[in-house]
């Protein structure tokens, strides 16, 4: 356990206590992110997203970009505020970054909320969470928790990452390097 429940008093004590150390602490204890691999709220950028009737600005708490792609969105609230809030944002946020690719490149794949009592976890298409974790939760011998820490962890996003950059980028061999296929050479 990176802290104690009664430590996440605020948004940010969620972020830096329990989010930041389940980010970078390795497999089975945490996903084994490296700090290079996550931005943080001040250098992502703000998204304008409109919601019905009204526009909004969005400023996510982490975004794990790996071989370039933002493959993670990470949203923290407070322990008042609604887990189900933080994941709807996030999938906002997750869904207008994936809008900001070529149609069928949607590298955004998975979106966490936690308020510190609830983590919750979804693809970033899906509407309901198939990862919920209540704080107790949150222990390498937890079979939710691992399950968490598998879909998640940096190897598998890394893995979801390289794909999508060879199924979108058309490479080919020459000289013992890959390089970028002219589009006239590319296969229809």
């Known amino acids: 356990m990176f802290c104690s429940l009664e430590e996440l008093l605020t948004e940010s004590d969620v972020e830096q206590k329990l989010l930041w150390p389940l980010l970078t602490t390795a497999p089975p204890n945490g996903v084994g992110l490296v700090a290079a691999d996550i931005l943080t709220k001040l250098s992502i950028r703000r998204l304008e997203i409109n919601k019905e009737t009204s526009n909004k600005l969005y400023y996510l708490d982490y975004m794990v970009v790996l071989a370039g792609l933002p493959v993670l969105v990470i949203e923290a609230k407070a322990m008042n505020e609604s887990v189900e809030q933080g994941l709807a944002e996030a999938r906002l946020y997750g869904t207008e970054l994936n809008a900001l690719f070529p149609s069928g490149i949607n590298p955004c794949v998975r979106v966490i909320a936690c308020n510190g009592r609830v983590l919750q976890s979804a693809p970033v298409d899906t509407a309901d969470p198939n990862i919920t974790l209540q704080f107790a939760d949150i222990s390498a011998g937890n079979t939710l928790f691992a399950r968490l ?18 199924m979108h980028v058309p490479y080919r061999r020459q000289s013992g390097r890959c390089r970028p296929v002219e589009r006239s050479d590319a296969p229809a």
Do not use: M, N, S
């Open 149 to 166: 820490i598998d879909t998640c962890r940096r190897t598998v996003l890394q893995g979801y990452a390289d794909e999508v950059r060879l």
